[in-house]
């Protein structure tokens, strides 16, 4: 049975960072996309990031140049470090693994429950 599992949520204020953590079991290491979805208070689940079992990667443009989305097979764990943080990447972060497709379009085969990220000004 697939099990993610995130960590590293936490408060901090606008410019800082911090960095997730996501980590997998049940499943063959690296033989997934996977990716990082923020779910902003009254606001729909968005993408934030994806990498693909060849380490390729795609970001929002909100966050482009800032996060940094990484994976460590050998630990089986997804990573997302952010920077430069604004109010506006305040909501809850949720890991997803699947196959390409399905995580690409939002809708992957396996969620993690989430870690809160709360940017205050």
């Known amino acids: 049975q697939v099990h993610l599992a995130e960590s590293g949520g936490g408060s901090v204020q606008a410019g800082g960072s911090l960095r997730l953590s996501c980590a997998g079991s049940?499943?063959?290491?690296?033989?997934?996309?996977m990716g990082w979805f923020r779910q902003a208070p009254g606001k729909e689940r968005v993408e934030v990031a994806t990498?693909?079992?060849?380490?390729?990667?795609v970001y929002a443009d909100s966050v482009k140049g800032r996060f940094t989305i990484s994976k460590d097979n050998v630990k089986n764990t997804l990573y997302l470090q952010m920077n430069s943080l604004t109010p506006e990447d305040t909501g809850m972060y949720y890991c997803?693994?699947?196959?390409?497709?399905?995580?690409?379009?939002?809708?992957?085969?396996?969620w993690g429950k989430g870690t809160l990220v709360t940017i205050s000004s």
């Open positions: 997803a693994a699947g196959e390409c497709p399905g995580v690409v379009a939002g809708a992957p085969d396996y």
């Open positions: 049940g499943y063959m290491a690296g033989s997934y996309c």
């Open positions: 990498i693909d079992d060849a380490s390729n990667t």
